[in-house]
């Protein structure tokens, strides 16, 4: 059974940096892709990021662009989303998710993931 979980979220400060991590489990193929959500009270779930598992391509969403980095670990079967320069704008629950092998491609829409996490709280507040 495919699982993905995150960790990493927490309280932070204006202007400051956190790591979250997403780990899978339970996939036979390389051949997938995670996705980054963020979700705010009462808006909708917004793609961030995404990142491919075989190629380590990513892409972002403009709001993050200039301060987010993505990278991954296959020997560990984790995924990174390195946050910096961090708003209060960024408060949200975070979620990673993964598309179902053999499919691929970095999407932006919440229904081109299959398995998804419990979610993170980030808190960025003085």
């Known amino acids: 059974q495919a699982q993905v979980v995150e960790s990493g979220g927490g309280l932070v400060q204006p202007g400051g940096s956190l790591r979250l991590a997403c780990t899978t489990s339970?996939?036979?193929?390389?051949?997938?892709?995670i996705g980054w959500f963020r979700q705010a009270p009462g808006k909708k779930r917004e793609w961030i990021s995404g990142?491919?598992?075989?190629?380590?391509?990513?892409n972002f969403a403009d709001s993050v662009k200039a301060r987010f980095t993505a990278s991954r670990d296959n020997a560990k079967n984790t995924v990174f989303l390195q946050m910096n320069s961090l708003k209060s704008e960024d408060t949200a629950v975070y979620y990673c998710?993964?598309?179902?092998?053999?499919?691929?491609?970095?999407?932006?829409?919440?229904?081109?993931?299959?398995?998804w996490g419990q979610g993170t709280q980030v808190t960025v507040s003085s």
């Open positions: 998710a993964a598309t179902r092998p053999p499919f691929a491609e970095l999407g932006r829409g919440p229904h081109e993931y299959d398995f």
């Open positions: 339970g996939f036979t193929s390389d051949h997938y892709a």
């Open positions: 990142i491919s598992i075989s190629t380590g391509s990513a």
